[in-house]
């Protein structure tokens, strides 16, 4: 794993083996982060990592300047080496261990960009939970993008606030946007 872009382009970041994690893939990654590029300036973001795993979607935010990430799981493990890895590359990462979507309902910050990579096996209707709460509780800024990665084999385009998907390999990111008024 590699931060592809930013102050610590190039650097590799080798996550313990045994942590129960699927990290986005550097190809998936760089493509996400061409298109987020034509979305938003990086620096002083406010982001919002769910089902952070080993903090790849994290460090790669951090590392183009975005001023306040949370990176939010429920494994100790992945908590502990998001923290680690912060601290060695001096990142402003609040790494919180919690269960996502309890971590949602009880949440009251908004962020401009959410980005959630579920296990691939969680069921369709706890995909479109995360979805839901974010909007409902207001997670989102106004101006803000919410990215769901997940298997092709997961529907996300009948979902309120829909925006388009964009596949790379066996993994889909599905973007969520509110209505833009012309």
Do not use: W
């Amino acid at each position: 794993m590699r931060i592809i872009s930013g102050k610590y382009k190039g650097r590799r970041i080798s996550p313990p083996k045994n942590l129960p994690v699927r990290p986005t893939t550097d190809m998936g990654k760089e493509s996400l982060f061409n298109i987020l590029n034509n979305h938003f300036d990086f620096s002083g973001l406010k982001v919002l990592d769910l089902f952070a795993g080993t903090g790849n979607i994290s460090y790669e935010f951090a590392s183009r300047g975005s001023a306040s990430i949370t990176s939010v799981d429920a494994d100790f493990g992945c908590i502990k080496f998001i923290k680690q890895t912060a601290a060695e590359f001096d990142f402003d990462i609040a790494a919180i261990k919690s269960d996502v979507f309890k971590f949602l309902e009880k949440h009251t910050a908004s962020y401009d960009l959410i980005f959630a990579d579920p296990p691939y096996g969680l069921d369709q209707a706890r995909f479109e939970k995360i979805v839901k709460t974010v909007f409902a509780q207001n997670l989102l800024d106004q101006d803000g993008m919410m990215i769901i990665e997940h298997s092709k084999h997961t529907a996300m385009e009948h979902i309120d606030h829909f925006s388009f998907q964009k596949n790379y390999g066996g993994s889909v990111f599905s973007f969520f946007e509110f209505e833009t008024k012309d």
